[in-house]
């Protein structure tokens, strides 16, 4: 999705810490074959990273405090604290960054913060060292061990705990200098450049199709690989390598540009256009973003169409190593793909502003993995524009077609 604009004033709402969960989607192995599966929100690294990095871009333009400590109403005996924190919503979420394992993070990927600064500055400043009575230490060691490891927070003495909510406030203090530094804007705005372009590429391509046919069919998937076929200590020489990834992405291109149209209804293919992106995920490894527009006036089941393209992949292409994620029979609370006229206003405006962004979002890890200079995104080329379709004014297209197969 495009990230969100906030006004000046929001950052004085509570409601902006409103972090929404990681979808962790990969492609498992199972006896059926490599099919996407929703892994649980906790286990992966994956989302444990944009948990942090969700986190310090709310962080950065923030200026509250967002922890501070206040007498307890009333003092049990047995307790070691007559003060306890008092957390803001933010507060509440860098407690929970702060439980998350750094460790087994770095130990995979220790190059990580260079390619995602975000999590970059957040590691830098809760690793720095600090002093307690007992010795000194890393923050984010420290916090995790001795203060957060059990459900009460304000469970030790009240000096260890002023302690916990002076670092804790400096710390993102410092995240917040570095988030607002000129080296991090100059990284922000060099990565974002390039998918900000592809976005305008991809929905131009997308006008210039709804300039040919006035009703597209919107197909949208992802493909990549098992996990097992992912992970080199597991399969060995069977492990794809990039160079076998770049070679399934030239016979992808190829059997939608070529071969697709012999597959279905003639006239299906025109005005077509389509792209692909390919990204790497921490959870997934490699894998493929795929949109293409197909005429929607002589075909219309998409969920079928875009089966019939993930089964080519799956068995043909990657001859069983890959995995296809068929989003045009997934349930979607905002829907901008499938059937969409060109007076559709409704779902255009979710395509263009949620679905185009997402697939053209940033990739922060690409590089961390594959050779600089390679391309990661192929737009198809634009159809020629020719006469206006002859048929039923656009103004009035608003009734959905109810057809069998994939042509009318």
């Not at 997934?284 to 949109?291: A, Q, T, W």
Request: hydrophobic fraction near 35%; glycine fraction near 8%; aromatic fraction near 10%.
């Amino acid at each position: 999705m495009a990230n969100k604009v906030w006004a000046s004033n929001d950052f004085d709402n509570e409601g902006v810490w409103a972090i929404e969960p990681y979808e962790a989607l990969v492609f498992a192995d199972t006896e059926e074959g490599v099919l996407p599966t929703l892994i649980p929100d906790e286990d992966s690294i994956a989302s444990a990273v944009d948990y942090i990095t969700k986190f310090v871009k709310l962080a950065i333009d923030t200026k509250r405090r967002l922890l501070d400590l206040v007498p307890l109403k009333v003092v049990h005996p047995d307790r070691p604290n007559m003060k306890s924190i008092k957390l803001s919503k933010g507060g509440k979420c860098f407690l929970r960054c702060l439980r998350l394992d750094l460790d087994r993070i770095i130990d995979k990927y220790p190059e990580i913060g260079k390619f995602n600064r975000y999590f970059g500055i957040y590691y830098d400043a809760v690793m720095r060292e600090v002093e307690f009575p007992n010795g000194t230490g890393s923050f984010a060691a420290i916090a995790r061990l001795d203060w957060l490891w059990g459900e009460d927070k304000n469970c030790v003495p009240d000096d260890i705990l002023a302690l916990h909510v002076k670092y804790s406030n400096e710390i993102v203090e410092q995240i917040r200098q570095g988030g607002n530094s000129d080296e991090f804007k100059k990284w922000r705005a060099a990565i974002e450049r390039q998918p900000k372009e592809n976005e305008g590429r991809l929905w131009s391509l997308i006008e210039a199709c709804l300039s040919v046919n006035h009703h597209a069919l919107v197909l949208r998937f992802d493909l990549g690989y098992g996990q097992y076929y992912c992970d080199p200590e597991l399969s060995g020489e069977r492990a794809v390598s990039y160079e076998e990834i770049r070679e399934h992405r030239t016979a992808l291109r190829r059997f939608l540009k070529r071969d697709l149209k012999g597959r279905l209804p003639r006239g299906a293919c025109k005005g077509m256009v389509f792209t692909i992106k390919l990204e790497y995920g921490l959870d997934k490894g490699y894998h493929f973003h795929v949109m293409a527009l197909l005429n929607g006036d002589v075909v219309r089941r998409d969920g079928g169409i875009t089966e019939l393209i993930c089964a080519h992949w799956r068995t043909v292409i990657t001859k069983g190593s890959g995995g296809a994620c068929n989003c045009n029979v997934r349930k979607y609370k905002k829907r901008g793909i499938g059937s969409i006229r060109y007076g559709q206003h409704d779902k255009l405006d979710i395509l263009k502003k949620d679905v185009v962004p997402y697939i053209t979002k940033v990739d922060y890890y690409g590089k961390m993995v594959k050779s600089d200079g390679h391309r990661t995104f192929w737009p198809s080329q634009p159809p020629k524009v020719g006469a206006r379709p002859k048929g039923r004014r656009r103004a009035k297209l608003n009734s959905e077609d109810s057809q069998g197969g994939f042509g009318a």
